[in-house]
């Protein structure tokens, strides 16, 4: 008898153990900012070059004949979508909890959150939104949330399909590195361009060079919380000329440049730095 209790244990040990040796799949890897819900692994991952994404900030509503969420944020950049499996043990509420939590530690904006129904169908995310079949689950098992922190906004979608399977999606879009031809192109169909870091001046040095006679604006806005208007005025004047005192080391004529700090006076209704930089035309 006890023999037969101990070989049944060891069968049930055995069934369950692929799911704890289960590989991720070639190429792919987890975001750096978030850790992979314990003994989860990758089905499936890509990376791509996005000229828009649609971040929902509503759920998923049929509008005259179009599926799409309620509401959304339009972003560029680059794509990175994973699609983990977890254990049948756990379930999505435990899932979302565990990513909620972390996101918190690292003070992440929520922009949205919704579970069950009030998130919209499940084959809408599934195949309209998140386009990966897998996701079609049980409605009133989903969790979704969208968030951004740092320069980095994301998509996080959890659900249990009717088999048991448990399913995680995260879409996570950064910005792309600038380059003269990514910068040239914002200018020229924007009339300005966001400068990814200060000391990254060569994109803007190279589109300077090729067209000898553009003059241009530098721009610069700070609107920490912890400092007055005056402060935030001078800080976001000299982050502009300091960029602009790089480009003249380079070698830039400069009168071609002009600079100008505004403070906490963000030219575009959301941002999602306390600080940055921008150039446009002459």
């Known amino acids: 008898m006890r023999i037969r209790a101990i070989l049944q244990i060891g069968f049930v040990l055995l069934l369950s153990f692929p799911a704890l040796a289960e590989n991720d799949v070639r190429g792919s890897d987890d975001p750096q900012q978030l850790p992979r819900f314990p003994l989860s692994w990758i089905v499936s991952y890509s990376e791509e070059k996005v000229p828009e994404y649609a971040l929902a900030t509503g759920p998923m509503k049929k509008v005259e004949g179009v599926i799409a969420p309620e509401k959304a944020e339009s972003f560029k950049g680059l794509l990175t979508r994973i699609t983990y499996r977890v254990p049948d043990t756990h379930t999505p509420e435990n899932i979302f909890a565990y990513y909620l939590k972390n996101l918190q530690a690292i003070d992440?904006?929520?922009?949205?959150?919704?579970?069950?129904?009030?998130?919209?169908?499940?084959?809408?995310?599934?195949?309209?939104?998140?386009?990966?079949?897998?996701l079609y689950g049980i409605d009133r098992t989903q969790f979704f949330l969208s968030a951004t922190t740092g320069n980095m906004q994301l998509a996080l979608y959890t659900v249990k399909r009717g088999n048991r399977r448990v399913y995680i999606q995260l879409d996570l879009i950064a910005?792309?590195?600038?380059?003269?031809?990514?910068?040239?192109?914002?200018?020229?169909?924007?009339?300005?361009?966001?400068?990814?870091?200060?000391?990254?001046?060569?994109?803007?040095?190279?589109?300077?060079?090729?067209?000898?006679?553009?003059?241009?604006?530098?721009?610069?806005?700070?609107?920490?919380?912890?400092?007055?208007?005056?402060?935030?005025?001078?800080?976001?004047?000299?982050?502009?000329?300091?960029?602009?005192?790089?480009?003249?080391?380079?070698?830039?004529?400069?009168?071609?440049?002009?600079?100008?700090?505004?403070?906490?006076?963000?030219?575009?209704?959301?941002?999602d730095k306390a600080s940055g930089l921008w150039v446009q035309l002459r």
């Open 108 to 134: 992440a904006e929520i922009l949205f959150q919704c579970s069950s129904r009030q998130c919209g169908s499940s084959n809408q995310w599934a195949n309209n939104y998140f386009k990966v079949a897998e």
């Open 175 to 271: 910005p792309l590195e600038q380059t003269e031809a990514s910068l040239a192109a914002d200018l020229q169909q924007l009339g300005f361009s966001w400068l990814s870091r200060a000391e990254n001046i060569e994109p803007l040095l190279n589109y300077l060079i090729s067209s000898p006679q553009q003059k241009i604006l530098i721009g610069s806005y700070n609107g920490s919380a912890d400092a007055s208007l005056s402060e935030l005025l001078s800080l976001s004047q000299t982050a502009a000329e300091k960029v602009a005192g790089l480009l003249v080391s380079a070698g830039v004529d400069p009168q071609r440049i002009e600079t100008v700090g505004v403070g906490p006076a963000v030219p575009l209704a959301k941002q």
